[in-house]
C-alpha cells in the first residue's frame, strides 16, 4: 500500500484548503483511511477518519465543523475540505490507512499500519 498526500501549502487565517491522499496497492474495497496532523514542538493527533465499510466519518473536536472528509471511489483518493482555517490548524497533515478496523472508526495513529508522507499547512497572515 503506497499513499501519496499533496494540497498543502501557506494559506491565511479563514481561508480553505483541500488535501488530496492518493492509495494504491489496496487490494481490498474495505479499510479505514484517516488524515492525521503534527504541529511543530507537539504529539501527532488524528483529525478525521473515513471506513469505505459504509462511509461513516469521524472528526476531532478541534476540527467538526469546519473540516469535511470525503473520498472518490473512481480515483482512489481521499479528500480532506479544510475551511475558516486557523493559525493552530498548521501543521504537517499526513494521510494513514489500515485494512484490518472492520469497520472500526478511531482516530489512534497506532491503529493504522500504512501512512504517506506528510504536507505542510501553514496558516499565517
Known amino acids: 500500500v503506497q499513499l501519496q498526500a499533496s494540497g498543502g501549502g501557506p494559506v491565511q487565517p479563514g481561508g480553505s484548503l483541500r488535501l488530496s491522499c492518493s492509495a494504491s496497492?489496496?487490494?481490498?474495497?474495505?479499510?479505514?483511511i484517516g488524515w492525521f496532523r503534527q504541529a511543530p514542538g507537539k504529539e501527532r493527533e488524528g483529525v478525521s477518519c473515513?471506513?469505505?465499510?459504509?462511509?461513516?466519518?469521524l472528526y476531532a473536536d478541534s476540527v467538526k465543523g469546519r473540516f469535511s472528509i470525503s473520498r472518490d471511489n473512481a480515483k482512489n483518493t481521499v479528500y480532506l475540505q479544510m475551511n475558516s482555517l486557523k493559525p493552530e490548524d498548521t501543521a504537517v497533515y499526513y494521510c494513514?490507512?489500515?485494512?484490518?478496523?472492520?469497520?472500526?472508526?478511531?482516530?489512534?495513529?497506532?491503529?493504522?499500519?500504512?501512512w504517506g508522507q506528510g504536507t505542510l499547512v501553514t496558516v499565517s497572515s
Open positions: 496497492g489496496v487490494r481490498s474495497a474495505y479499510y479505514t
Open positions: 494513514a490507512l489500515d485494512l484490518t478496523l472492520y469497520g472500526i472508526l478511531t482516530l489512534r495513529q497506532y491503529d493504522y499500519a500504512y
Open positions: 473515513l471506513t469505505t465499510t459504509n462511509g461513516s466519518t
